[in-house]
């Protein structure tokens, strides 16, 4: 949906040529390799490639096939097993646990999403190189980030392009002053939480990071700036966990029992 978005959206605005003929369309469109988990790839990342004769060579089979077989440990190896931490302890519900078994499970579930992700898309990538492809990074270190704007630009990584390219910036992005700049960012992470889910879950999860985000330009991002970095790090990984148990769980309520045993208030 987001490339056939883009796609259309940069024909009107004149970005590029159309594709050359509906077999072009429907490669880029359909993408085998990235189809199911990203990461998004815009046309013009592409055009290139499905317009010239594509080589197949040795040294792009043995790079592609190593992301390929890199990404897929990520997948079997560890987000797979990891996730039995989040899965047992939501299997025994979330009254009473103890806040370091409410930890350990959403500890658990933020390794497993990493894993699961970014695996896949070293899968796509790695097919990609393949087939001849250069698709591009969706993530670098996020869990390494000291803000959450700092983890953002880390974390998939062409879902926030995406974004930015699509609705921040024709909003206005931050060219028509503070106030507008907040609007701008309010209803682009609103939007961003309604496309992961249509519950309030994912509509409050949203929201959250917007006003954190907002926070951070005002004026908690230049305070971060004087603080030891491993505070940081601390304060981001904090949200970022609180932020992963309100997208996982079933509805709020779940979330904010499961949130109040992890400080030893269930």
């Given at each position: 949906?987001?490339?056939?978005?883009?796609?259309?959206?940069?024909?009107?605005?004149?970005?590029?040529?159309?594709?050359?003929?509906?077999?072009?369309?429907?490669?880029?469109?359909?993408?085998?390799?990235?189809?199911?988990?990203?990461?998004?790839?815009?046309?013009?990342?592409?055009?290139?490639?499905?317009?010239?004769?594509?080589?197949?060579?040795?040294?792009?089979?043995?790079?592609?096939?190593?992301?390929?077989?890199?990404?897929?440990?990520?997948?079997?190896?560890?987000?797979?097993?990891?996730?039995?931490?989040?899965?047992?302890?939501?299997?025994?519900?979330?009254?009473?646990?103890?806040?370091?078994?409410?930890?350990?499970?959403?500890?658990?579930?933020?390794?497993?999403?990493?894993?699961?992700?970014?695996?896949?898309?070293?899968?796509?990538?790695?097919?990609?190189?393949?087939?001849?492809?250069?698709?591009?990074?969706?993530?670098?270190?996020?869990?390494?980030?000291?803000?959450?704007?700092?983890?953002?630009?880390?974390?998939?990584?062409?879902?926030?392009?995406?974004?930015?390219?699509?609705?921040?910036?024709?909003?206005?992005?931050?060219?028509?002053?503070?106030p507008r700049t907040i609007m701008n960012l309010a209803i682009t992470w609103?939007?961003?939480?309604?496309?992961?889910?249509?519950?309030?879950?994912?509509?409050?999860?949203?929201?959250?990071?917007?006003?954190?985000?907002?926070?951070?330009?005002?004026?908690?991002?230049?305070?971060?700036?004087?603080?030891?970095?491993?505070?940081?790090?601390?304060?981001?990984?904090?949200?970022?966990?609180?932020?992963?148990?309100?997208?996982?769980?079933?509805?709020?309520?779940?979330?904010?029992?499961?949130?109040?045993?992890?400080?030893?208030?269930?």
């Amino acid at each position: 949906t987001f490339q056939a978005a883009s796609y259309v959206i940069d024909i009107y605005r004149r970005k590029y040529e159309i594709a050359n003929g509906l077999l072009d369309f429907a490669t880029y469109l359909c993408m085998f390799p990235q189809l199911i988990a990203g990461p998004i790839v815009s046309f013009s990342e592409v055009k290139d490639d499905l317009h010239k004769q594509r080589k197949i060579s040795l040294p792009k089979i043995e790079w592609g096939t190593t992301i390929f077989v890199l990404g897929l440990a990520y997948k079997v190896l560890l987000a797979n097993k990891i996730a039995s931490l989040w899965n047992t302890v939501m299997t025994a519900g979330v009254m009473g646990i103890h806040p370091l078994t409410a930890w350990l499970g959403s500890w658990g579930f933020s390794m497993q999403l990493f894993f699961d992700f970014f695996g896949y898309s070293l899968m796509a990538i790695g097919l990609g190189r393949i087939l001849g492809f250069k698709f591009p990074t969706n993530f670098k270190n996020p869990y390494c980030a000291t803000s959450s704007t700092d983890f953002w630009r880390r974390w998939h990584i062409t879902l926030g392009s995406w974004f930015k390219s699509y609705v921040y910036f024709p909003l206005g992005g931050n060219r028509k002053g503070m106030p507008r700049t907040i609007m701008n960012l309010a209803i682009t992470w609103f939007l961003t939480g309604v496309w992961h889910g249509a519950s309030w879950n994912f509509i409050l999860w949203g929201s959250l990071y917007g006003v954190v985000i907002i926070l951070e330009k005002l004026f908690l991002g230049k305070w971060l700036q004087k603080i030891p970095a491993v505070f940081c790090h601390i304060y981001t990984m904090l949200l970022v966990i609180l932020g992963w148990v309100l997208f996982d769980t079933a509805d709020l309520p779940t979330a904010f029992a499961y949130a109040a045993n992890m400080f030893g208030a269930g």
